[in-house]
């Protein structure tokens, strides 16, 4: 049935892509700031609620962040964390396991991971795409992006081979 044939039926609303972007760019400093910090997520989610709309970051405006992608995302990755680092860890040289990742990087990932494994309503090249952006945010000129790229590709591979084509 096409919408023609049913225009009152209910339509998905439209998702912000520059508010889902600014929420995994709050995600990855909210789990860095969490790592790195010892913070409690209660606290950590209460400061970026509170953020200032269009804060700065890097060369552009981040923009008001999708808040309940943000919070999904760090709260998923803080419930889910075993089995998000676990599936990571697969794709990671035996030398080189997440505690020994950059924290931004080992936020950035896990993050992803979480959409990755249980957030099934985002495409996994959408994905892959936004953090491996988020690294260059952090990391740019450096091999950070694309080992993102690499570690969430394989990850993608695994885990929603049936979503990638080509």
């Not at 508010?19 to 970026?48: H, I, K, N, T, W």
């Not at 697969?90 to 990755?116: C, F, N, Q």
């Not at 090249?125 to 993102?148: C, S």
Request: a neutral charge; aromatic letters at 6%; hydrophobic letters at 45%.
């Amino acid at each position: 049935m096409s919408k023609a044939d049913n225009p009152g039926a209910a339509r998905k609303p439209r998702m912000n892509p520059v508010a889902r972007a600014a929420a995994r760019l709050g995600a990855v400093q909210a789990l860095y700031q969490m790592d790195v910090s010892g913070a409690p997520l209660e606290v950590v989610l209460e400061q970026f609620a509170t953020r200032r709309i269009g804060e700065a970051f890097d060369d552009g405006q981040c923009g008001k962040p999708d808040e309940a992608l943000l919070s999904a995302i760090v709260r998923g990755v803080v419930a889910r964390q075993t089995d998000i680092d676990r599936a990571v860890n697969r794709h990671l040289s035996e030398k080189w396991k997440l505690p020994r990742l950059d924290a931004t990087v080992r936020a950035i990932v896990r993050a992803a991971g979480y959409e990755m494994l249980f957030a099934r309503d985002t495409p996994p090249r959408v994905i892959i795409t936004q953090y491996v952006d988020v690294a260059r945010a952090f990391h740019d000129g450096g091999d950070e992006p694309g080992f993102v790229n690499a570690v969430l590709d394989a990850l993608a591979r695994e885990k929603r081979a049936d979503e990638l084509h080509g």
